[in-house]
C-alpha cells in the first residue's frame, strides 16, 4: 500500500507542479484600468492593449520587465523561483517512477528524493510568493492579488510532496514494506 500512496502522491504533485510552473499566479489592477497578470515566467498586460514580457529571459516588452528600484534580491528571488519548482516537479516524477519501478529495492533513493522535491516545491513557492509584488517596477504602484488555479496548484502541490516525503521516510525508519 505504502508504494501505491508514495508513487500516486509524487505524480499528484508533478501534474500540479507543471500547472503551478504556466499558469497565472497573481493579478494587479492600476488606477487607470490598466490590468496585468504574473507568472513564474512572465508579466503580461492584459488590458488595453495586450502584450506580455518573459522576465526570466529578457524577451518581450522589457518595459513590463524591468526590475523595481531598489529590488535586487526580490526580483533574484522571483527569478529562482521557476528553476526551483522545474526541479521539485522532475524530482517528483522520478520519485514515483523508482517507486514503481522498484518498490522495495530503492525505497531511500524514492524517500530521498521526495524530500528533495519538497524542499524545492517549498522553497520555490515561497520565494514567488514573498517577491512577486516587489520584484517588479510595474506592480509597485497597484495592488498585486495572489490568486488562480496556479497559485493554489503550488501550495497544492507543496502539501502532497510534504505528505509522500513524510510518508516515505517513516517507511524506512519503521522499516515497513
Given at each position: 500500500m505504502r508504494p501505491k500512496l508514495v508513487s500516486g502522491a509524487c505524480f499528484v504533485a508533478a501534474l500540479l507542479l507543471v500547472v503551478a510552473l504556466w499558469g497565472p499566479w497573481g493579478r494587479a489592477v492600476t488606477d487607470e484600468g490598466l490590468r496585468y497578470e504574473v507568472s513564474l515566467r512572465k508579466v503580461a498586460l492584459v488590458y488595453p492593449i495586450p502584450m506580455s514580457c518573459d522576465y526570466l529571459r529578457g524577451r518581450g516588452a522589457v518595459q513590463l520587465c524591468a526590475p523595481a528600484p531598489d529590488a535586487d534580491q526580490a526580483f533574484s528571488m522571483l527569478c529562482a523561483a521557476f528553476p526551483l519548482l522545474a526541479n521539485a516537479a522532475l524530482f517528483a516524477f522520478l520519485s514515483a517512477v523508482v517507486t514503481v519501478r522498484s518498490p522495495y529495492g530503492a525505497k531511500?533513493?524514492?524517500?530521498?528524493?521526495?524530500?528533495?522535491?519538497?524542499?524545492?516545491?517549498?522553497?520555490?513557492t515561497a520565494f514567488a510568493k514573498i517577491a512577486m509584488p516587489y520584484a517588479l517596477g510595474v506592480l509597485l504602484e497597484p495592488t498585486f492579488l495572489f490568486g488562480g488555479v496556479a497559485f493554489n496548484a503550488a501550495w497544492a502541490a507543496v502539501g502532497v510532496l510534504l505528505f509522500a516525503a513524510a510518508l516515505s521516510t517513516t517507511s524506512i525508519m519503521l522499516r515497513h514494506t
Open positions: 531511500g533513493t524514492a524517500a530521498a528524493l521526495a524530500g528533495a522535491s519538497f524542499a524545492a516545491a517549498f522553497a520555490g
